[in-house]
């Protein structure tokens, strides 16, 4: 746990190093259809119904590393990552791998402490059809220096909350992250997070409030630049695929029923990745 608090301000230089590299470089790791590799500016358009257009963010995902033989390699989001050519960024791979790991302890950790929230055991999560054997999916994110205009549609990254259980999020010293604490509100009031040193920002996700029927709500949350490049981390951690998200027995009664009906995970995130993400059909004529 220790590399990944203070890994972040150690490797920054090489996630500057690959998003720095000339953009036909980086397309030719464009993200394949497990969700591994390079993603563009617009890419994903996370708040359809206030943008104009995708989010002015790139990114790069690095999934749990299955070998292309392994029958775990069927599953939809399980398969072997896209690694760029080592002479361009040297030691990317084992960096990221080493912080993979440790963020996946620390993510273990967290959810013990929400299991006992709820009144469950304290290895509740840790069964192998949750996070024994979980979709842990790290995000590089790379900002442009473009100053958004929320009442004109234009967002670093569109208000959106995260899929899964929770997402551990490290940042630069840059602002930009937003919370809205009560996402039911008329009007939503927004707030700032301040970047924390030293520590991750924890985001509840849409699978958590499932879980808990709503007593734990999925952080909305936005992000607006201001003019200056900036870079972070999101560590999303998600249960197996075949896990069913249903309402915890301790979360449930018959004055409070469940709120949402039971949902596999792998189905639940195949179809928000697709609600968010461009058709990769549309980058054809940019791969070499």
């Given at each position: ?7 972040w301000?150690?490797?920054l230089?090489?996630v500057?190093q690959?998003?720095?590299l000339?953009?036909?470089e980086?397309?030719k790791?464009?993200?394949?259809e497990k969700?591994r590799?390079y993603t563009?500016v617009?890419?994903?358009?996370l ?8 989010d002015?963010k790139?990114?790069y995902?690095i ?6 033989g392994d029958?775990?390699a069927?599953n939809?989001?399980y398969?072997?990552n896209?690694?760029?050519?080592e002479?361009?960024v040297p030691?990317w ?5 080493k912080f993979?790991?440790e963020?996946?302890?620390v993510?273990k950790?967290v959810a013990?402490?929400i299991a006992?929230a709820?009144?469950l ?14 979709i842990a999916t790290?995000?590089?994110l790379?900002?442009e220096?473009?100053v958004?205009?929320?009442l004109?549609g234009?967002?670093?990254?569109g208000a959106?909350?995260?899929f ?5 999020l490290?940042?630069?010293d840059?602002i930009g992250l937003?919370?809205c604490?009560?996402?039911d509100?008329k009007p939503?009031l927004?707030?700032?997070?301040e970047?924390?040193?030293?520590a ?5 996700g849409d699978?958590l409030?499932?879980w808990?029927n ?9 992000v607006?630049?201001n003019?200056q490049?900036?870079y ?14 249903e ?6 009664s ?6 949402f ?7 639940y995130?195949?179809q ?6 461009a058709?990769?059909?549309?980058y ?5």
């Amino acid at each position: 746990m220790e590399l990944a608090r203070n890994l972040w301000m150690k490797f920054l230089p090489k996630v500057k190093q690959f998003f720095n590299l000339p953009i036909s470089e980086k397309m030719k790791l464009l993200r394949n259809e497990k969700n591994r590799g390079y993603t563009p500016v617009l890419d994903e358009t996370l708040d359809p119904g206030n943008q104009v257009n995708g989010d002015y963010k790139e990114g790069y995902y690095i999934g749990v590393e299955v070998p292309e033989g392994d029958p775990e390699a069927q599953n939809p989001f399980y398969g072997p990552n896209v690694w760029p050519v080592e002479d361009h960024v040297p030691g990317w791979r084992q960096t990221m791998e080493k912080f993979h790991q440790e963020a996946l302890d620390v993510a273990k950790a967290v959810a013990r402490i929400i299991a006992l929230a709820l009144g469950l055991e304290a290895d509740f999560f840790d069964k192998p059809e949750m996070l024994g054997e979980p979709i842990a999916t790290l995000r590089l994110l790379h900002y442009e220096g473009r100053v958004s205009d929320p009442l004109n549609g234009i967002y670093g990254a569109g208000a959106h909350s995260d899929f899964g259980l929770i997402t551990l999020l490290a940042t630069d010293d840059v602002i930009g992250l937003q919370i809205c604490k009560d996402k039911d509100a008329k009007p939503q009031l927004w707030e700032y997070v301040e970047p924390l040193k030293g520590a991750f920002i924890v985001n509840l996700g849409d699978m958590l409030e499932r879980w808990s029927n709503c007593i734990f709500k999925s952080t909305l949350h936005r992000v607006l630049g201001n003019g200056q490049e900036r870079y972070s981390i999101a560590y999303f951690v998600e249960p197996s695929h075949d896990c069913v998200v249903e309402c915890l027995p301790t979360c449930k009664s018959e004055k409070n029923p469940p709120k949402f009906p039971p949902v596999k995970c792998r189905a639940y995130l195949s179809q928000r990745y697709k609600e968010t993400h461009a058709d990769l059909n549309s980058y054809k004529s940019h791969q070499t």
